[in-house]
């Protein structure tokens, strides 16, 4: 009896510390590592990461609470500390800007429910061809803020409701969800046309990545950057031609998609408007593309993240595999966000401009960690 009581008792105390180890591992996990277990820190050419580094420092200055509105959350007196000091280095050398990142930050690896791996996808920016004015070939509109957009705020009503970003329009003096993608399509909207394109699948895929440069019938070139949206969900149009059976495992990448679209005209518009999520647009004089930090986003430097969980500005160190399947191992900054991109494990590589990126990020879908490099007090 003695000892059926203590075989019970063992049970009850493996059970207890098992039940204690899954309590410890659920939700958001930080542990601290050392820069040695950072799979190619030695290697990367750190000095590309400097520009990048430094817009986010500013825009950080401007708006310090960017690093406070996420589950994890930065110090931004001391991240901007470290702005401070990294900016009077004034140097680009690779193993002096190393040991600034090692002498001022520690790395954290992130995990969630115990798990520490993710999915990391990559976008680029889009390019295709525009007039500002309607005329021969341009006949697609590419549409600025609508004049009928209203945002609203639940939290500036009542301070218990969550904080969350509705987009509508006014009908009857009541708020109701704005045109989606189809009706927009089919019947317009009261927004103003910034251009004029020549093929409305360039302009569907310049929605998906949020801005392209538009090479003009005049001979010059802008850049078209994401201005707002109509507030309906995002449905990517890979995972549907998938589930439809249009294309194969495995041939789910950006250049396929837009071949089949193009190639298939008369039931291309009935997939692309299977997303009713709509963006519009604005011209831009930024060098790159605009990210959700308000910044012109870096190639190969710059990641969109949940926020959620991850605050814009945030230093992180990826380890994830590049389309060939080659170690994609480097510092970036967080600065942009994606209407896909949900998870604390979770990124959207920028991979930059033009047909090279397109091939590139329309295959990149690997499994991968990052780990946040949090300022040292």
Known sequence: MKK???????????????QKKSDEQKGLSLKPVHFAQLSGFE???????????????????????TLEASEIKIKPQVYLQ??????????????????????????????????????????????????????????????GKPKDLIEINLKDFDEDLPSKRILGRVQNNKLVPYFTREQIEKEGIDAPVILWGDDKVDIFLMQIQGSAVALLDDGTSVRVSYADNNGHRFVGIGGLLL????????????????????????????????????????????????GALGVPLTAGRSLAVDTAFMPLGALLWLETSDPSGKPLNKLVVAQDIGAAIKGAVRGDYF???????????????????????MPKE
């Open 351 to 373: 991979w930059g401009h033009g047909e090279d990126a397109l091939l590139q990020a329309g295959k990149m879908n690997a499994q991968g960690q990052y780990y946040i490099l």
């Open 43 to 65: 290697n990367d050419q750190i000095s590309e990461i400097s520009n990048a580094f430094e817009l986010s420092c500013e825009a950080v200055k401007k708006n310090p609470k």
């Open 82 to 143: 470290k702005c401070a000091k990294f900016q009077n280095l004034m140097t680009k050398n690779d193993d002096v800007l190393r040991t600034f990142f090692q002498t001022n930050f520690t790395p954290y690896a992130i995990s969630y429910d115990g798990v520490s791996e993710g999915k990391f996808t990559s976008y680029y920016e889009a390019e295709l061809k525009a007039s500002k004015t309607k005329h021969g070939k341009y006949q697609y509109p590419i549409y």
């Open 243 to 290: 589930k439809k059976g249009i294309l194969k495992q495995g041939e789910v990448s950006m250049d396929k998609i837009r071949d089949w679209l193009k190639d298939n005209p008369e039931i291309a518009d009935v997939n692309m408007n299977a997303n009713p999520r709509f963006i519009f647009h604005k011209i831009s004089d930024a060098k790159g593309p605009i």
């Open 4 to 18: 059926l009581g203590l075989f019970i008792f063992s049970l009850l105390l493996v059970s207890c510390v098992a």
